[in-house]
């Protein structure tokens, strides 16, 4: 019998701010029902002047380390699409914050939205190496589009942190996996861009073509069939994303594409993600944290995840949720997590948006605005400070 490694625990954050999608409707002159209904988005996450990815991950992966420890944590694995720095890891910031031991292997990984489904199947691997390990998988994304352009209704922030182990308390992943890559420009991010470029509707496409390609190698390796499933985690740069690419997958199985049935295998997936907007690579394991938070009891059933990154780089696979598992979940610090940020009007988010540091090297302090436990303090000779509370 193979041993059973997955997600044995799950803690989100995000921004300090909050804009709903009311106040940008009323600057750009938009029709209010194409973001509420037409991309499925109600409002975005904006982080505060102090907040950064590192300070969002920290924040989401504290709560972890106060219920575990650190002692069996041997590998931080960050995935972002908005890194900070070239070279250094975001993730040792992060291990420094929560003070994990300096016997710790520390790396960032990247392909788009796709990265931390690439860092959760890595830190399988290595638990596999050494059940007494466990790794803690963290995904944390600032999205930023440009001003005025289609893709800013689709921003948001948010990190999700996971432990993951032997004999997990949550999810069970199973294998094999169904992989796709394909080389489009659907959406990417030079480096000297700190917003990122997409051709929005070739982006759709790109993601319905990930979705049939995974599929097809997964069922290829001898996966589970698709009535199987009870519910399925998309990742969701807009929540109405989802039901496209569940709408794509019944056909492309020849399977009806009923709306009750597609809302009950999707629904409960997408309540965070509607209120947070994009996280890039957070955003399929918001979810999973939508899902079981809402669901009744799902005890030993199978979830289907699609993962994808734009460029592009995409994963199906399967979890099978642990029995107890509801003792476990952090249902009420997820919604206060949510229901904290504070509403921002347009133009202070504006204002936030177009803030950068300054590249001459000085000492730039952040003004004060998160409440969270931990801030980005300012820059100093091209260094980031990090400060915990
Ligand atoms: N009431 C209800 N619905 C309305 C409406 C109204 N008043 N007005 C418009 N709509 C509907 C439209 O019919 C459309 O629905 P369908 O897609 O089902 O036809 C929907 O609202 C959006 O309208 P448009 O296509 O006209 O919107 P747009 O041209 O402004 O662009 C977008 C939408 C392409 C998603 C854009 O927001 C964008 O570029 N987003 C960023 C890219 C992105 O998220 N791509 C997703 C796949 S890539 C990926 O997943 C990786 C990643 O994270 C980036």
């Known amino acids: 019998m193979s041993i059973s490694i997955g997600i044995h625990d799950l803690s989100f954050a995000t921004g300090e701010f909050v804009l709903p999608h009311t106040a940008l409707a009323d600057y750009n002159g938009t029709e209010i029902g194409k973001y509420h209904v037409g991309i499925g988005q109600q409002s975005m996450s904006i982080p505060a002047a102090d907040e950064d990815i590192v300070t969002l991950a920290a924040t989401a992966a504290a709560p972890i380390i ?7 944590i041997r590998t931080v694995v960050f995935a972002t699409e908005s890194s900070i720095d070239q070279a250094k890891s975001a993730g040792v910031y992060v ?22 489904t690439a860092a959760l199947q890595f830190a399988i691997g290595l638990v596999r190496r050494d059940p007494a390990q466990q790794v803690l998988v963290i995904a944390s994304d600032v999205s930023k589009y440009e001003l005025d352009s289609p893709g800013e209704a689709t921003q948001g922030a948010a990190a999700v942190a996971m432990l993951v182990s032997l004999d997990p308390a949550l999810v069970r992943i199973e294998d094999p996996s169904g992989l796709f890559t394909a080389d489009v420009m659907d959406f990417w991010r030079p480096n000297y861009l700190n917003t990122a470029l997409v051709d929005g509707h070739e982006s759709i496409n790109a993601y319905l073509q990930a979705v049939e390609g995974t599929w097809k190698d997964y069922t290829e ?3 589970r069939a698709l009535e199987e499933f009870a519910a399925f985690c998309y990742h969701q740069p807009f929540t109405k994303m989802a039901y496209k690419a569940h709408t794509h997958l019944l056909n492309y199985n020849g399977q009806d594409t009923d709306k009750d049935a597609i809302a009950q295998a999707i629904g409960l997936t ?12 957070a955003s399929v394991y918001l979810a999973l944290a939508s899902l079981l938070d809402q669901a009744d009891d799902l005890t030993g059933k199978p979830i289907g995840f699609l993962s ?6 995409a994963e199906f696979f399967a979890g099978t949720v642990v029995a107890g598992y509801r003792d476990r979940l952090r249902t009420e610090a997820n919604q206060e997590a949510i229901a904290r940020r504070r509403p921002v009007d347009y133009a202070g988010y504006r204002d936030l ?8 090297g000085g000492d730039y302090a952040t003004e004060e605005q998160t409440t969270g436990p931990f801030r980005l303090s300012g820059i100093s000779g091209h260094k980031r400070i990090y400060q915990a509370r």
């Open 308 to 313: 994808y990154g734009s460029g592009s780089v």
């Open 353 to 360: 948006h177009e803030r950068s540091f300054p590249t001459d």
């Open 270 to 281: 997408t309540a965070y993600n509607r209120v947070m907007g994009n996280s890039y690579t």
């Open 95 to 116: 291990h420094s914050l929560l003070g994990l031991p300096s016997a710790t292997r520390v790396v960032e990984l990247k392909q788009a939205c796709y990265g931390a």
């Open 221 to 223: 390796q001898g996966g």
């Open 66 to 72: 106060a219920r575990h420890g650190s002692d069996r």
